[in-house]
């Protein structure tokens, strides 16, 4: 068996990422990713056996990538606001360039598909940050919330803040950065 294409791998995975932030995860087919990566579906097929193996591993695949680039820069020993900063602007910059990716992952956590197996790499791979919240929650300069109430807000600030500025209502510009972190912070802290 001849080993599988990585350019084909990719364009397969941008075509469900794009064709799940335009139609939604309900909608996507084989045919569609195939059609629209420029493959043949039987290619599809032997690349991934089947819709649910294929939205699994892309997931994973995905959710690995972006915990890299989000912890890329993460410095455990910095004071918690500039490590939560630094995740916020991280996560933001990821939102804005990787869009399509950032919507699918947001629609499979969604969705029936999301296991435990999906949920265990999700804790592992953001295990560093979750610590942080817990800490910041235990030393007090947090609220006394559950660290997952905790990381919905911070994800939610971050997420509304790429939807202003893609949609032109918020300049992509440092001081709309700092207000929103500003924002953000202050709604979770002590």
């Known amino acids: 068996m001849k080993p599988k294409d990585d350019e084909k791998q990719r364009a397969i995975a941008q075509a469900t990422f794009r064709l799940v932030a335009e139609s939604g995860l309900a909608a996507l087919t084989m045919s569609d990713i195939a059609r629209a990566a420029n493959i043949a579906t039987a290619t599809l097929y032997v690349y991934y056996p089947s819709k649910d193996e294929l939205l699994v591993q892309l997931y994973e695949q995905a959710k690995t990538a972006t ?17 939560a900063r630094a995740v916020w602007l991280a996560m933001l910059h990821n939102r804005l360039a990787h869009f399509a990716e950032a919507s699918f992952q947001e629609q499979f956590a969604a969705s029936p598909w999301f296991r435990e197996r999906s949920q265990r790499m999700v804790a592992s791979a953001m295990g560093a940050f979750s610590e942080a919240l817990d800490e910041g929650r235990r ?12 990381a919905a807000n ?13 949609g ?6 440092e001081a709309s950065r700092t207000a929103a972190f500003s924002m953000c912070w202050d709604a979770l802290k002590a």
């Not at 032109?168 to 510009?173: I, N």
């Open 139 to 150: 030393h007090e300069v947090l609220k006394n919330v559950p660290v997952a109430l905790l």
């Open 154 to 166: 911070f994800i939610a600030s971050v997420r509304e803040a790429a939807r202003l500025i893609r």
């Open 67 to 83: 915990a890299h680039r989000l912890m890329h820069a993460y410095d455990a020993r910095a004071p918690l606001r500039a490590r």
């Open 168 to 173: 032109g209502e918020l300049p992509d510009d």
